[in-house]
């Protein structure tokens, strides 16, 4: 199952258990599934239509208990959906009808259609929350766990997209908009703001996946990290000790190992027989044992008189 699709059954599955926030959810699901239509002066009908069964039973549970309504519920093939299943919600032209859109934010006053987020429908702050959710039930859309993070909200109308950036920054989120073709997008590419929002729209089995899935995820670069950096630190020890035996190969031709001073040729002879060891490896071979600084100095000395023959 797609991602979103569980996140969707997931907040479908919630229900608010304020009147005003049932309100809210289902004023944005009509928003961004909805398609008014206009039958004669002062006649509107609605019809939406939901790729996702649990989100169209929803709409049709608010409806009857928020407003009495009855309103007709089709499975219908969608050319649109490339023939998949299509739930679609029909709302007559009755005065009704009307009446249930203007009170749901879809109309004002003089009947004629809102296109952003609702003001009095979202001023509360439960209401936001839910307008977000039925928001994202109708247009949302997030990439799996282990993808490239992206989530989306897809919506007909430049006031809507803009709507939603502003709510969800109402609740500290920070998200984005575009167009795309002949839609709207509001969107975030960040994880951490994607984890915030889903956890406002309480879908906590979602951000648990994400979630373990980001500690998998930082476990095992973690991980590489440290072997990468473990590599590294042998090959410069290897490297070291390649140089530091050149020297003292340089100083043995020419000069002969007898020529330095005891202290400097214990040092000589132990990197010698430790081609591998680290400094601190080689200062433990010593009789007496040198720290690794003292080992270091020494090598510097060498270097020195290498350097001058
Ligand atoms: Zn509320």
Redesign the pocket.
């Known amino acids: 199952m797609a991602f979103t699709t569980e996140v969707k059954d997931e907040l479908a599955r919630m229900q608010?258990s304020?009147r005003?926030?049932r309100q809210?959810e289902l004023s944005a699901l009509f928003h961004l599934e909805g398609a008014l239509h206009l039958k004669g002066a002062n006649r509107l009908g609605l019809h939406t239509e939901s790729e996702n069964a649990a989100v169209a039973r929803k709409m049709f549970a608010y409806l009857k208990e928020l407003f009495s309504a009855s309103p007709e519920l089709r499975v219908e093939k969608a050319p649109r959906l490339r023939g998949h299943n299509c739930y679609c919600l029909y709302l007559d032209d009755s005065e009704k009808s009307t009446q249930i859109l203007n009170e749901l934010g879809l109309l004002d006053d003089s009947l004629r259609p809102m296109l952003g987020v609702p003001a009095r429908i979202t001023r509360?702050h439960?209401?936001g929350i839910?307008y977000l959710r039925g928001a994202f039930l109708g247009g949302g859309y997030i990439s799996r766990p282990d993808q490239p993070a992206h989530l989306e909200i897809n919506v007909q109308h430049d006031e809507m997209a803009e709507g939603l950036r502003t709510l969800a920054a109402r609740y500290d989120i920070s998200m984005n908009t575009t167009r795309k073709k002949r839609l709207y997008s509001v969107y975030s590419k960040g994880r951490g703001e994607q984890v915030d929002f889903l956890a406002l729209l309480g879908a906590h089995n979602a951000v648990l996946r994400l979630q373990s899935d980001a500690v998998v995820r930082e476990l095992r670069e973690r991980v590489n990290r440290r072997v990468n950096s473990e590599t590294a630190n042998l090959e410069r020890i290897v490297n070291a000790a390649q140089d530091q035996l050149q020297d003292i190969r340089v100083i043995d031709e020419s000069l002969g190992l007898g020529s330095l001073p005891p202290s400097l040729r214990v040092v000589a002879e132990a990197r010698m027989r430790y081609p591998e060891a680290s400094l601190a490896e080689l200062g433990e071979h010593l009789q007496p044992m040198l720290s690794k600084s003292a080992v270091y100095h020494r090598i510097l000395r060498l270097r020195r008189i290498a350097a001058g023959i």
Request: aromatic share 0%.
């Open positions: 608010p304020r005003c926030c809210a509360r439960c209401c839910a």
